[in-house]
């Protein structure tokens, strides 16, 4: 709904972004399973899931054009 809201319909960007969502929850929750001392789930899962979307609503220049 957000990324019809916003009128991003390239299906398959908004595919790639659900799954990298998932993946990354998955990786974020095993890593706080086993150092939950030093993982905030809830800050890294914000994180995580505000870069991934606004990299569908807002996309930037590709990563190759960043100087090395």
Avoid at 8 to 31: E, F, N, Y
Wanted: charged share 15%; proline share 4%.
């Amino acid at each position: 709904m957000l990324c019809a809201a916003e009128g991003v319909t390239d299906v398959d960007s908004i595919t790639a972004a659900s799954a990298s969502i998932l993946a990354v929850m998955d990786g974020l929750q095993l890593q706080w399973l086993l150092h939950p001392e030093i993982v905030d789930l809830g800050e890294a899962s914000e994180f995580a899931i505000t870069a991934i979307v606004n990299g569908v609503l807002h996309p930037g220049a590709p990563l190759e054009s960043y100087r090395h």
